[in-house]
């Protein structure tokens, strides 16, 4: 593999760091933070950095930008506001490993999709891949006991992550057709009017939850920094260096870091989740295993 291609990779694992980290410092602000309020401080934040680099590195044509209005409005509502809204409200309810194992069924939720939905097909081994992910998710979900999930049914964090990555999933479809904006411009856009809506959401239930200890403000910091800008530019650095299959793939490290913080950090963990865990990862790379195929040459290489 060339130098650059392992700069990608790079990138990728520091973009999925950072995002792992959006679990993790997550739990700790929406103790004091309201979710709501945590999408609307978080991307209220990370505009002026989102802009400037935009401007910097792309020189976008705003006015492009603004006739893509459509498209970056459905995406902003279920990638950035309706996924992190249902992310945050989660962990109210759950701890970060649990929403990171649940999340982790995401890219074979979304082939799922596309078959149903683009019909794109689906071999053999990704349908194995998205019936064993599931099982682990399953599994996870019921602490070790699917069978008790008849007479117990889904916690409020289940349901809540399972709502999260039902609309990343319609947003990655959203975004499937290519978007004549530039990367960074279309994540400032995006961010300006999920800055907006929640804004309207705030101002209706009575006005943003400022924190008042200095523990949640350092993880607004590092949310509105790390997981909104950092990870974003990252991600696009290495997704126009690597085809987007094999970076989809790289969604998995979230759940290994966010378990890796956990064990560090000392925090509970249980069989269930390592076990439930492994499946769910092995389930996934199973189906998208063409990814990590390298791509047949053709004649006129």
Do not use: C
């Not at 401007?55 to 006015?63: I, S």
């Not at 929640?198 to 939850?209: F, I, K, N, Q, Y």
């Not at 260096?241 to 249980?270: C, D, E, K, Y």
């Amino acid at each position: 593999m060339s130098k650059t291609g392992w700069t990608a990779i790079a990138a990728l694992v520091g973009a999925n760091l950072f995002w792992a980290g959006n679990y993790i410092v997550g739990q700790a602000a929406v103790t004091a933070i309201a979710p709501i309020s945590l999408v609307f401080l978080r991307w209220s934040f990370a505009l002026v950095p989102l802009f400037v680099i935009a401007q910097v590195v792309e020189r976008p044509d705003w006015r492009a930008v603004l006739r893509a209005w459509p498209r970056l409005v459905l995406l902003s509502v279920f990638g950035l506001l309706a996924y992190n809204a249902f992310l945050y409200t989660a962990l109210q309810h759950t701890d970060a490993l649990n929403a990171s194992l649940i999340n982790a069924f995401n890219p074979a939720l979304i082939s799922l999709a596309a078959l149903v939905f683009l019909r794109e097909r689906l071999d053999r081994t990704a349908v194995i891949g998205i019936v064993l992910a599931l099982a682990g998710v399953l599994y996870v979900i019921s602490d070790g006991h699917p069978a008790a999930l008849l007479e117990t049914g889904f916690g409020p964090g289940d349901l809540l992550m399972v709502g999260a990555i039902t609309v990343w999933t319609v947003y990655t479809l959203v975004g499937r057709r290519p978007l004549a904006v530039p990367p960074i411009a279309s994540t400032f856009a995006q961010a300006v009017v999920t800055t907006v809506l929640a804004g309207l959401w705030v101002a209706g239930t009575g006005g943003p939850t400022w924190p008042s200890a200095t523990q949640p403000w350092l993880a607004l910091i590092f949310i509105a920094v790390f997981p909104s800008v950092g990870s974003y530019l990252l991600w696009n650095y290495a997704l126009r260096r690597l085809p987007a299959g094999r970076g989809g793939v790289f969604l998995n490290l979230i759940t290994v870091f966010t378990a890796l913080f956990t064990i560090l950090a000392g925090r509970p963990f249980s069989l269930a989740q390592l076990l439930g865990g492994a499946v769910i990862v092995t389930g996934v790379a199973l189906t998208n295993l063409k990814a990590f195929r390298p791509a047949r040459p053709t004649a006129a290489d």
